[in-house]
């Protein structure tokens, strides 16, 4: 009996050294409880934070993104820092204190192809595409060289996962000017569409060259072929000698259907010499043919206007276009029937720098600042606002919608930019510190130049995650 207990003991020990503990899944921070406030909710309830997480690291010294949530697997975060061996991306598992599951040495690869390191600080070309010049997964990164060309620019694209890199625009090739004409790129939410093309620097270069030559083409990136091509020759800008160097391009599709759209700042001058005025938005709406059936034909655009330095989000499922309206919340514009509705309007006081769109518009995820106490340089809130059930909004009334708004993260510093992911119902909130020293070249601000000032940022990042 005693040789008995003895057996079963030693067995039960050597099983207890075989057990791993199971990991704890920390519910961050924990030392600002009262900060971060995780929703609890009701049974079913789809909008409530069920988990939070959050990692501190150093970027690289870039005013881009550099947290990705998209094209990583469940649980996990893409984080792109600096390091002594360059600039590295890592895939983490968040749930064990972010446990690294994979380490891309992107400055390595980048070294060996020979590719300057200037794009750090941004050239103006790579200004035009600062935050795209990752893809949203945190997989590919773009980037621009003149060091091969005699009078344009190439765009190549690298895949960070293979080491390998592909050419798609050659402005020698094409002949664009470097001097004539820029490159626009643009990610759709899901990495899965890039949109690139030339774009001319200046409105005066609309009569100096044909139609032909202001193409942009849309790029699947599971299959790596041209899908479409868009020429955008009548979206000209009036003016002459308009510079169009602050051009923005977004895209999104669904199903087969693809919205582009170019933003162009309108500036006037006042006499106290301060900018106002607002932006010109050219939006495109288009099927993917079927093989076979491509075209370059000339599209027309659809016209509107929102206000300057807005962000915009572009949602092809529902044909909607959203941006912010300072003092007013945000504002969609359905493109079916051209009508504008306030769809989530917020108090005079608030300010919203980033948002997301949930589920075709019946929720929003807003980074929201107080005007009246932090200003827009101030730490922000991390915001939900829902739809209340059956509740709409008809385009031939000015009733405005009843939203419920609830905090989701108290004081989570200054928003980069907001991430949501419908696949795995999460959201990354990239938080940084602004420089607010930092200039591009000349950053003077006078009645005949422009200012040319751009927010750079320290390189004390925080990826923090929240999941549904």
Same mark, same amino acid.
């Given at each position: 009996?005693?040789?008995?207990?003895?057996?079963?003991?030693?067995?039960?020990?050597?099983?207890?050294?075989?057990?791993?503990?199971?990991?704890?899944?920390?519910?961050?921070?924990?030392?600002?409880?009262?900060?971060?406030?995780?929703?609890?909710?009701?049974?079913?309830?789809?909008?409530?934070?069920?988990?939070?997480?959050?990692?501190?690291?150093?970027?690289?010294?870039?005013?881009?993104?550099?947290?990705?949530?998209?094209?990583?697997?469940?649980?996990?975060?893409?984080?792109?820092?600096?390091?002594?061996?360059?600039?590295?991306?890592?895939?983490?598992?968040?749930?064990?204190?972010?446990?690294?599951?994979?380490?891309?040495?992107?400055?390595?690869?980048?070294?060996?192809?020979?590719?300057?390191?200037?794009?750090?600080?941004?050239?103006?070309?790579?200004?035009?595409?600062?935050?795209?010049?990752?893809?949203?997964?945190?997989?590919?990164?773009?980037?621009?060289?003149?060091?091969?060309?005699?009078?344009?620019?190439?765009?190549?694209?690298?895949?960070?996962?293979?080491?390998?890199?592909?050419?798609?625009?050659?402005?020698?090739?094409?002949?664009?000017?470097?001097?004539?004409?820029?490159?626009?790129?643009?990610?759709?939410?899901?990495?899965?569409?890039?949109?690139?093309?030339?774009?001319?620097?200046?409105?005066?270069?609309?009569?100096?060259?044909?139609?032909?030559?202001?193409?942009?083409?849309?790029?699947?990136?599971?299959?790596?072929?041209?899908?479409?091509?868009?020429?955008?020759?009548?979206?000209?800008?009036?003016?002459?000698?308009?510079?169009? #160097?602050?051009?923005?391009?977004?895209? @999104?599709?669904? /199903?087969?259907?693809?919205? !582009?759209?170019? &933003? *162009?700042? =309108?500036?006037?001058?006042?006499?106290?010499?301060?900018?106002?005025?607002?932006?010109?938005?050219?939006?495109?709406?288009?099927?993917?043919?079927?093989?076979?059936?491509?075209?370059?034909?000339?599209?027309?655009?659809?016209?509107?206007?929102?206000?300057?330095?807005?962000?915009?989000?572009?949602?092809?499922?529902?044909?909607?276009?959203?941006?912010?309206?300072?003092?007013?919340?945000?504002?969609?514009?359905?493109?079916?029937?051209?009508?504008?509705?306030?769809?989530?309007?917020?108090?005079?006081?608030?300010?919203?720098?980033?948002?997301?769109?949930?589920?075709?518009?019946?929720?929003?995820?807003?980074?929201?600042?107080?005007?009246?106490?932090?200003?827009?340089?101030?730490?922000?809130?991390?915001?939900?606002?829902?739809?209340? #059930?059956?509740?709409?909004?008809?385009? @031939?009334?000015? /009733?405005?919608?009843?939203? !419920?708004?609830? &905090? *989701?993260? =108290?004081?989570?510093?200054?928003?980069?930019?907001?991430?949501?992911?419908?696949?795995?119902?999460?959201?990354?909130?990239?938080?940084?510190?602004?420089?607010?020293?930092?200039?591009?070249?000349?950053?003077?601000?006078?009645?005949?130049?422009?200012?040319?000032?751009?927010?750079?940022?320290?390189?004390?990042?925080?990826?923090?995650?929240?999941?549904?």
């Amino acid at each position: 009996m005693r040789k008995n207990t003895i057996v079963l003991l030693v067995l039960a020990l050597l099983a207890g050294c075989r057990r791993v503990p199971e990991p704890k899944t920390m519910l961050l921070p924990e030392e600002e409880t009262e900060q971060g406030i995780a929703l609890e909710g009701e049974e079913g309830d789809r909008y409530a934070v069920r988990k939070m997480y959050s990692e501190d690291y150093e970027a690289i010294w870039y005013g881009g993104y550099t947290a990705f949530l998209p094209g990583t697997g469940e649980h996990q975060v893409r984080l792109a820092e600096s390091g002594t061996d360059g600039l590295r991306v890592r895939t983490l598992d968040y749930r064990y204190g972010f446990y690294e599951q994979g380490l891309l040495p992107v400055g390595e690869l980048m070294a060996s192809l020979g590719i300057a390191a200037s794009w750090e600080m941004g050239t103006e070309d790579e200004q035009n595409m600062e935050t795209e010049f990752f893809s949203p997964d945190g997989r590919y990164i773009l980037y621009i060289r003149t060091d091969q060309s005699y009078i344009g620019s190439r765009l190549y694209l690298m895949d960070l996962e293979s080491g390998t890199e592909k050419l798609l625009l050659d402005g020698d090739e094409g002949v664009y000017p470097v001097d004539h004409f820029m490159i626009l790129t643009a990610w759709s939410r899901d990495s899965s569409i890039l949109c690139y093309g030339f774009y001319p620097r200046d409105a005066s270069v609309w009569d100096n060259y044909m139609g032909e030559k202001f193409l942009l083409y849309f790029r699947d990136m599971e299959t790596g072929e041209i899908v479409n091509r868009l020429n955008y020759y009548y979206s000209r800008p009036g003016g002459e000698g308009k510079s169009l #160097e602050g051009t923005r391009l977004y895209v @999104d599709h669904y /199903e087969r259907k693809l919205l !582009t759209a170019t &933003v *162009l700042e =309108q500036e006037e001058e006042m006499e106290n010499y301060m900018e106002t005025g607002n932006s010109l938005v050219n939006f495109f709406a288009q099927e993917i043919p079927r093989s076979g059936m491509e075209t370059e034909g000339v599209v027309l655009p659809e016209v509107a206007n929102c206000p300057r330095d807005t962000r915009l989000y572009l949602d092809a499922e529902s044909d909607c276009i959203y941006f912010i309206s300072a003092g007013e919340g945000i504002i969609s514009l359905n493109l079916e029937e051209g009508s504008y509705t306030n769809t989530m309007p917020v108090g005079p006081a608030k300010g919203i720098r980033d948002f997301c769109v949930l589920d075709g518009g019946k929720a929003f995820v807003v980074a929201e600042y107080d005007l009246d106490h932090v200003g827009e340089m101030g730490p922000q809130d991390i915001c939900l606002y829902t739809m209340e #059930e059956n509740d709409g909004i008809s385009s @031939d009334t000015e /009733e405005m919608p009843n939203m !419920t708004r609830r &905090v *989701l993260y =108290q004081n989570a510093g200054y928003v980069i930019r907001l991430q949501y992911d419908p696949t795995y119902r999460r959201l990354l909130a990239e938080t940084g510190i602004p420089d607010l020293t930092a200039e591009i070249k000349n950053a003077q601000v006078s009645k005949n130049s422009e200012s040319n000032y751009r927010l750079m940022w320290d390189p004390n990042r925080r990826a923090l995650i929240l999941e549904f």
